[in-house]
């Protein structure tokens, strides 16, 4: 229309580039608009994982959290085994996401987001809670290893005490009425005293985990643990001694029939020579 209207060509010219100035300032606040709905949608992104992750960690730590400590060794033992799996996949599930979350964190504030003050105190605030989550769970591991190690030694104790009282229960009390019975008897107590001293080294494990058990209790635990050494030292105290009673009045009794015998076979002898004596044959 320029050419065919030299007349209006320059009001043309100026409307023409009022509307490219129009277009071109539309394309920018376009522009600026697209630029801020992908910062926030970003920003809810990243809001949105961070909800998702706090939760997670939230619900991580009602577990962690937990005081429970079981009542018997076996179930110490099932609590135990069952957080350890529990604290692995949290730690290894949960860094990642903490590190992908991070990342994103760090990506809005180096990209000089509009609300980079903010997006700061989410990322310290999700790495605080991480961290806490982080402390629970290695408090809780140390809490359970410790019932555990306790749990353990009472369980052992009982196990110790009660091998030892059915091996006091074991124990004969005949003689035998001759020397061959009393013979038998005696190699048979010698197999006893064998299989009670492979005790020992329970009954001393007891001891020993006794006494580095009562360096980290005090109170009511110290004394269970002092009466469970108690008993189990008292038993085996008492199991040596019977042991070693019968094992002396085996050898006395052995003595006895070997001292009877030898009397029965020099009174054999000299009834023998009593009747060569007394025979009335005269010499040829």
Known sequence: MVPRNSSCSTRISIRQAQVDKLYAGLKELAGERRERLQEHLRLCQLRRELDDLE?????REVVAASHELGQDYEHVTMLRDKFREFSRDTSTIGQERVDSANALASGLIAGGHAARATVAEWKDSLNEAWADLLELLDTRGQVLAAAYELQRFLHGARQALARVQHKQ???PDGTGRDLNAAEALQRRHCAYEHDIQALSAQVQQVQDDGHRLQKAYAGDKAEEI???MQAVAEAWAQLQGSSAARRQLLLDTTDKFRFFK???ELMLWMDGVNLQMDAQERPR
């Open 169 to 171: 229960q074991q124990l």
């Open 262 to 264: 030898a009397v029965r």
């Open 226 to 228: 002092g009466r469970h």
């Open 55 to 59: 939760q997670w960690i939230q619900e």
